[in-house]
């Protein structure tokens, strides 16, 4: 749509000298999600790779977890009252047979770009609905020097946000550190649900083989996501949440935090990190 970024004139104050000068923000729009035709979830969204948010969005909570769930996204025409197309309203038709769980009765399904999804369900929910348990993957091993690599290669990746300064980013790399995929968005949870759903759209779950990265902090929802698509190993240059450390531990999950330089917290699932090689180099 051409509408990840928009220009703004700013008064710049720069050593006591003021200018005016345009710059570069990254946009931020409303994205109404609808599931076969009724209002799921409203979330605050950098427009692009909509199709691929929704799809991630709804392997997070369970509704979907293969291509074949899927029967098309679209966006509504006539989204106004005028009958034009704001592109800012998907729905998602499942294939026939998909039981749809009542998740609009567990909690309000809105979401905003900081915080993820709010009032989100209990630990044992997402437990029972998980497709691929993370504890029953392939084993996957990655060193820690591997690991203090990937923030630099994610961080070469963000084209746009070298020109606004404003967005997140999540990244998937196999167990190589070779760079699978990266998107960005204003949120950091939609940046995972566009990973996670073109994954979906192109057949490639569970992502068993996967780390994921994750610009900031690992919340809750973070982790969730990473459990939902049968990611073994989450990573973030910030600080995770206590709920996502218990819900790393329940599941399985590796989660690192502080992944920053060569110092890193691993806060579970350390048998995936190979920790003799940091002794040795120790």
């Known amino acids: 749509m051409g509408r990840v970024t928009e220009r703004r004139k700013v008064i710049r104050i720069r050593d006591g000298v003021v200018s005016t000068r345009p710059d570069t923000l990254v946009a931020e729009e409303p994205l109404e999600i609808r599931l076969n035709g009724k209002p799921l979830a409203i ?10 948010l929704a799809a991630g969005f709804l392997v997070s909570e369970g509704v979907v977890a ?7 996204i679209v966006y509504c025409a006539g989204a106004t009252v005028d ?57 996957v091993r990655i060193g820690p020097e591997l690991l203090a690599s990937l923030p630099d290669r994610l961080r070469a990746a963000q084209r746009v946000f070298d020109r606004t300064g404003g967005l997140h980013a999540a990244a998937l790399f196999d167990a190589d550190g070779e760079l699978l995929d990266i998107r960005e ?65 329940e599941t399985g999950l590796t989660l690192v935090g502080f992944l920053r330089g060569r110092s890193m917290n691993v806060y579970a699932g350390a048998e995936r990190i190979a920790l003799q090689a940091a002794s040795a180099h120790g």
């Open 43 to 52: 979330t605050m969204r950098t427009p692009g790779d909509d199709f691929a």
């Open 66 to 72: 293969e291509q074949a769930d899927l029967q098309n």
């Open 83 to 139: 009958g034009s197309n704001t592109y800012n309203v998907v729905d998602v038709r499942t294939a026939p047979g998909v039981e749809i769980p009542d998740i609009t009765l567990e909690r309000n399904v809105y979401t905003t770009s900081s915080c993820g999804l709010c009032g989100k369900a209990s630990l044992d929910a997402v437990r029972t609905t998980a497709r691929w348990p993370v504890s029953d993957s392939p084993p």
């Open 185 to 249: 968005d204003v949120g950091r949870h939609n940046a995972v649900d566009k990973l996670v759903g073109r994954a979906l759209q192109s057949g490639a779950l569970p992502l068993s083989q996967a780390v994921l990265l994750v610009s900031g902090r690992a919340s809750f929802e973070l982790a969730q996501k990473a459990v939902m698509a049968g990611i073994p190993v989450l990573a973030a240059v910030s600080a995770p949440s206590s709920l996502a450390v218990d819900l790393a531990a």
